[in-house]
């Protein structure tokens, strides 16, 4: 029982720093003095999940699928959201937009499998990447 409570705190609280580096993103497009890079938001992640956002939208995607099995706090609510993040962070000039879209993209549609109901949502949110990925090749 134990065990299983120490789980789904580690769950809450990986879902919590992803919202909390999202509300971050969001403040820096709101206000323009407000300076938060990728790489602050990397370090901030790293430090807290113990893996770089970085080295997750490199990862090819055999190695991707072995890695979220190996990390419980991945579950369907957190890698929407950190999809989500990943989106966020694909405007930052530090980024390869097409790599971290693409690895957002990815995570939406594995918790599309993973969720096994139809949100209009997420399939707006990977019509919106596909499109600006799209707008990225030409």
Do not use: W
């Not at 790489?39 to 991707?64: H, I, T, V, Y």
């Amino acid at each position: 029982m134990e065990r299983r409570d120490y789980i789904i705190d580690e769950i809450q609280k990986f879902g919590q720093m992803v919202l909390g580096l999202i509300g971050k993103l969001a403040k820096r497009r709101q206000e323009e003095q407000y300076d938060f890079s990728l790489s602050m938001a990397d370090q901030e992640f790293e430090s807290e999940a113990g893996f770089s956002l970085r080295m997750l939208a490199e990862m090819d995607p055999g190695s991707l699928d072995a890695f979220i099995r190996n990390h419980p706090e991945l579950n369907a609510t957190n890698l929407e959201l950190l999809a989500d993040l990943l989106i966020e962070l694909s405007d930052d000039p530090g980024c390869d937009p097409k790599t971290f879209l693409s690895r957002g993209r990815d995570l939406l549609e594995k918790v599309t499998g993973l969720d096994k109901t139809f949100s209009a949502e997420r399939e707006g949110k990977i019509a919106f990447i596909n499109s600006r990925l799209q707008r990225l090749d030409s």
